[in-house]
């Protein structure tokens, strides 16, 4: 049994206790020292979900009779198209800020990784709103000499660009110069159709 002292003791620290909780509500219920506060978090994370969007947008295939402008188009809509991908699609953007738009799928074959089988893949579904290029006549006004020509006067030819006109006087430096004009195959990017479309405009001595 409780003894008269420990009664009051109870009852001392019962009222400091109630004296604590009045103090705290009249200062506004503020959390004890230490506490660890936790809220739910209920806005967007801006990045992640601009990601999410851009990822459902190159996923989104082409509906029937939709074209794509490569002259204008980001590189998330151009990966819509067939047989381009997040990686070409990204080229094509490079090349057309650094070299200006295209105008027709032939010029469209300038970017490295861009060849027949791409060219036919998209055909159907592009369409092009900066004027067409120049042809290749008035481009290339005389005959170019592959083994001596210059990356900018490469770079006139149709289906050639900067980036494939750099790479044949790469691949020239280090294997030397070409025999014959097929030999042109071996630089990366270049196929056999481009080599034809070559012939006649440039000298292989």
């Known amino acids: 049994m409780l003894s008269s002292d420990d009664r009051k003791a109870a009852l001392t620290l019962l009222g400091l206790a109630a004296a604590g909780l009045l103090v ?5 219920g503020g ?19 601009a990601v999410a969007e851009q990822a459902a947008r190159m996923a989104r295939p082409l509906s029937r009779g939709e074209t794509i402008d490569p002259d204008r188009a980001p590189a998330a809509e151009l990966a819509r198209l067939p047989r381009i991908g997040p990686g070409l699609a990204a080229r ?8 200006g ?9 300038r970017v490295v990784g861009v060849g027949p089988a791409v060219l036919d893949a998209v055909r159907r ?12 006549t008035s481009q290339v006004p005389e005959i170019v000499t592959l083994n001596t020509a210059s990356a900018r006067q490469l770079a006139r030819l149709p289906g050639i660009g900067p980036a494939r006109a750099k790479a044949i006087v790469e691949d020239r430096q280090r294997h030397g110069p070409y025999r014959r004009l097929d030999e042109l195959t071996r630089v990366q990017g270049i196929g056999q159709a481009t080599v034809e479309r070559l012939r006649g405009l440039v000298r292989v001595p």
């Not at 094509?92 to 070299?99: G, K, T």
């Not at 738009?101 to 074959?109: C, M």
């Not at 579904?125 to 290749?136: D, E, K, L, T, Y």
């Open 92 to 99: 094509i953007v490079d090349d057309r800020e650094a070299n």
């Open 31 to 49: 959390s004890p020292a230490g506490a660890v506060a936790y809220r739910e978090v209920t806005a967007g994370r801006p990045e992640r979900d």
């Open 24 to 28: 705290r509500a009249l200062a506004g």
């Open 125 to 136: 579904h592009v369409v092009f709103s900066a004027p067409a290029a120049r042809s290749a």
């Open 101 to 109: 738009p295209f105008g027709s799928l032939e010029e469209l074959d």
